[in-house]
């Protein structure tokens, strides 16, 4: 029963205090982020690593030794002398060996047996670490509120890379057509989508390094036109992408080696010999690679733009980031120069191909620190 109470009695020192709840903006969304964001960063290296062994298969025409999709059983390379007599014996049907590579015997087979048998490889192994891993945080309900269709992505996007891999090398695997290489626009798409990939993994992770009550204060100091201009860099950056993944398709990289003038002009010879006509802007070497160089220069003005706007942020880190961005770009135009003026050699062409990456990952930093930035006090601390 109640008793009344003195109207100027304190209440007992024993008297629990009300508590102030803190954290209620990530309750119930933290999950193991961490663990999360590093499970990311080892996809995001094997996927790295597949774009320049994809690279280093294509530069020593190594992605038609292997004639036939087998998703499975295809992880089992050859075990003895008659199972590489079989392989080699579909290759010598179709017609890059008859029209190309004639001359090869069966230890020159194995060379780009193996480029393409690991690329494909580590197709399998990617998908592995993304399955194991996702089951993991999803049996143990580590994932956070919202992230479970994010991360269920990847693994859908990474499903339809291997499936469009395989429609890449399919229009190359051919008997009596005179084909020597794979489709350039299928070798675009599938460089594209590793792209597509790798900037889907990235942004996660950048995500994830910072709570999401974090990321909600963040949003409301969004430096629009920051992030306007850097998403439109990232766009032309994907596009300069795709039109070096024509160039890489048709080996126009080592045709016209001189520079800055294409065989002493400014606009290649027999540019426009092909028929029909649209077809000379992705398969005429000398326009293919002439658009790639006329597109680097108009998107390193643009990044020049992108750069000087980035400088005038607020926020020490967004700046540093653009400058990052707008570094790597510039070193990317100096490599591209040395790719052509060197022939495309594997070691050079596989730096280009692998700044591409640097300049990508970077760019999608100053975007996601435009949408996020890092507010920092007048002594420089973070705030």
């Given amino acids: 029963m109640a008793t009344k109470r003195k109207l100027f009695e304190e209440v007992g020192a024993d ?44 530069l020593t025409d190594s992605g038609l030794s292997i004639t036939e999709w087998r998703p499975l059983t295809g992880a089992l390379p050859p075990l003895n002398a008659a199972d590489w007599a ?6 010598q049907e179709i017609d890059e060996f008859r029209l190309q590579n004639s001359w090869m015997t069966l230890g020159d087979f194995k060379v780009i047996y193996w480029w393409e048998w ?9 998908g592995l670490v993304w399955f194991i ?9 580590q994932i956070p509120t919202g992230w479970t269709p994010r991360l269920l992505l990847l693994g859908g996007l990474g499903g339809l890379q291997g499936t469009i891999g395989w429609w890449m090398v399919s229009s190359g695997v051919t008997s009596g057509t005179a084909t020597t290489d794979v489709v350039s626009t299928r070798l675009a798409t599938h460089l594209g989508l590793a792209f597509v990939i790798l900037g889907f993994i990235t942004w996660y992770a950048l995500s994830l390094g910072r709570p999401e009550r974090d990321l909600m204060q963040a949003r409301r100091a969004k430096e629009s036109k920051l992030y306007g201009l850097s998403t439109g860099l990232l766009h032309f950056t994907f596009l300069q992408i795709l039109i070096g993944a024509l160039v890489a398709g048709i080996d126009a990289g080592r045709t016209y080696t001189d520079w800055p003038l294409m065989a002493g002009r400014f606009f290649p010879p027999q540019a426009f010999v092909l028929e029909p006509f649209w077809t000379n802007f992705i398969e005429n070497p000398g326009l293919v690679q002439f658009i790639h160089r006329m597109t680097g220069y108009v998107l390193f003005a643009f990044a020049v733009v992108v750069w000087l706007r980035g400088r005038t942020s607020a926020h020490p880190k967004t700046q540093f980031a653009f400058n990052a ?55 420089g601390a973070t705030a």
């Fill in 15 to 58: 008297t629990p205090k009300p508590v102030a709840a803190t954290g209620v903006i990530d309750a119930g969304r933290g999950g193991a982020r961490l663990a999360i964001r590093a499970w990311l960063f080892v996809l995001f290296a094997l996927v790295f690593v597949m774009i320049l062994v994809g690279g280093a298969t294509r």
């Fill in 86 to 91: 079989l392989e080699f014996a579909k290759y």
């Fill in 118 to 126: 690991g690329h494909r490889q580590l197709g399998r192994v990617i």
């Fill in 133 to 141: 891993g996702f089951m993991w945080f999803f049996i143990r309900k």
């Fill in 325 to 379: 961005a707008f570094a790597a770009i510039s070193l990317q135009i100096v490599l591209g120069v040395t790719t052509v003026l060197y022939e495309a050699v594997l070691p050079v062409a596989l730096m280009h191909q692998g700044l591409a990456v640097l300049c990508w990952v970077l760019i999608l930093r100053a975007r996601h620190l435009s949408l996020y930035p890092v507010a920092t006090s007048l002594r």
